[in-house]
């Protein structure tokens, strides 16, 4: 096996795959029809990962993260996220918001810090996930790029 690992925009192929991560990970699909701003980590050409931006002008939603269980805490999530942080960086985003219910350590590791809700930006307060996809429960991050 020979273990390769890429992470490339998802293709319209991708998106059953894509769905099957999200439930599996009890992330919300609502806001994902005709989404094109996925990445997904492939490992040998099989999709183990993926993540999203929702692009609110200068802001970005990041959304939809999740890796297979057995991929999980081998360093492939950092990976996914960063290549996703640095997209935005090229398509000109100032600002990364995201909203989780479990992953919070995680993306304070990689730069991200708590806010309060109404410290969001009032264009991602509009998405799909801040109008009910997430419980008001979860935890909101910012990371300024």
């Known amino acids: 096996m020979s273990d390769a690992i890429t992470i490339r925009r998802a293709e319209a192929a991708d998106y059953p795959r894509i769905t099957r991560l999200l439930t599996?990970?009890?992330?919300?699909?609502?806001?994902?029809?005709?989404?094109?701003?996925?990445?997904?980590?492939?490992?040998?050409?099989?999709?183990?990962?993926?993540?999203?931006?929702?692009?609110?002008?200068?802001?970005a939603l990041l959304?939809?993260?999740?890796?297979?269980?057995?991929?999980?805490?081998?360093?492939l999530g950092r990976r996914l996220v960063?290549?996703?942080?640095?997209?935005?960086?090229?398509?000109g985003v100032a600002e990364v918001i995201l909203l989780t219910t479990t992953a919070a350590p995680f993306f304070e590791r990689l730069g991200f810090r708590k806010i309060s809700r109404e410290e969001v930006p009032a264009p991602v307060r509009a998405s799909a996930e801040f109008r009910g996809a997430c419980p008001d429960?979860?935890?909101i991050l910012r990371l300024v790029l």
Do not use: M
């Open 137 to 139: 429960s979860a935890a």
């Open 63 to 75: 959304r939809s993260v999740a890796l297979q269980p057995p991929e999980r805490r081998g360093g």
């Open 24 to 59: 599996a990970a009890d992330l919300p699909l609502d806001g994902l029809d005709g989404h094109e701003n996925f990445l997904v980590l492939c490992r040998d050409g099989q999709t183990i990962g993926c993540a999203a931006f929702e692009r609110y002008g200068r802001y």
């Open 82 to 91: 960063q290549e996703a942080l640095q997209q935005a960086r090229r398509d």
